[in-house]
């Protein structure tokens, strides 16, 4: 391990997965670009590092995290009792709600309906998210729906467009771009849940976390943080 906790001496390799408009997806040049990748770049120049980009599912970068393969998981990644029991989690930079997407007309109508007795939906979901894991839960867990799993969030959305499933449950701003890239969806008023997004490390590794957090702490202190978010939310 290197004077900063990192894998490289000179470099900070960060595991991420580019499906998740704005946080994290292919620019027109071909790049993984977004929200995560510009604090990744703000907190590498901050420790003097090289950022490296690792696109990879999401869930596997829980995995790459612990393995070494990555140094960080950034990835819009939400703060969850069960993955702190597997890695660090620095102190949270955003905040993220789980909501529903439907097509138009759609007989849901409220966050509520999905747990009503006998109201048996498919719920679309990206495979390993806090949406697959609440909907795992809460409604297949119960027998009130069916989940169906996506590497993508964005082929969950083509399902429900194709009419293979019912609603698609995901993180608010993905769902913005998706429901706004596509017609005939939208967003139910009523959220789910709310959480907070960090960067993952790997559990122990405390030099990294303090160096992370620390290079945050500035990057919140100076307004970058936020910058880097209304660049790419609109209100
Ligand atoms: N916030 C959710 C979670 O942590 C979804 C994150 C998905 N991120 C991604 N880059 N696909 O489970």
New binding site residues.
């Given amino acids: 391990e290197t004077a900063n906790g990192t894998v490289n001496e000179d470099k900070l390799i960060m595991g ?2 580019a ?2 408009p704005p ?2 997806y292919y620019g027109d040049d071909g790049e993984v670009t977004g929200i995560d990748v510009e604090i990744a770049q703000a907190i590498a120049d901050k420790l003097d590092l090289k950022l490296q980009v690792e696109d990879m599912n ?1 869930d596997s970068i829980i995995t790459a995290v612990q393995s070494g393969k990555a140094d960080v998981g950034i ?4 703060v969850t009792e069960d993955r702190l029991k597997n890695v660090n989690f620095t102190d949270s930079y955003a905040t ?1 709600v789980q909501v529903v997407i439907v097509k138009e007309g759609s007989d849901i109508t409220t966050v509520d309906d999905l747990f009503a007795d006998g109201a048996n939906h498919s719920i679309g979901v ?1 495979s390993g ?3 697959d894991i609440y909907c795992t839960d809460d409604i297949e867990g119960k027998k009130l729906g069916t989940v169906e799993r996506f590497n993508k ?1 964005a082929d969950a959305v083509q399902a429900l467009i194709a009419g293979k499933i019912d609603c698609v449950v995901i ?1 608010n701003q993905p769902a913005k771009e998706f429901v706004a890239a596509n017609e005939g969806l939208k967003i139910l008023d009523t959220e789910y849940v709310t ?1 907070d ?1 960090a960067i993952a490390i790997k559990k122990g590794n405390d030099k990294l976390t303090e160096k992370i957090n620390g290079a945050l702490k500035e990057l919140k202190d100076e307004g970058k943080v936020q910058e880097i978010l209304d660049k790419y939310i609109n209100a």
Avoid: H
């Fill in positions: 991420t997965n499906e998740f946080y994290e999401f990835a819009g990644m939400t993220g990206q998210t806090t949406g969030g993180d959480e997004y």
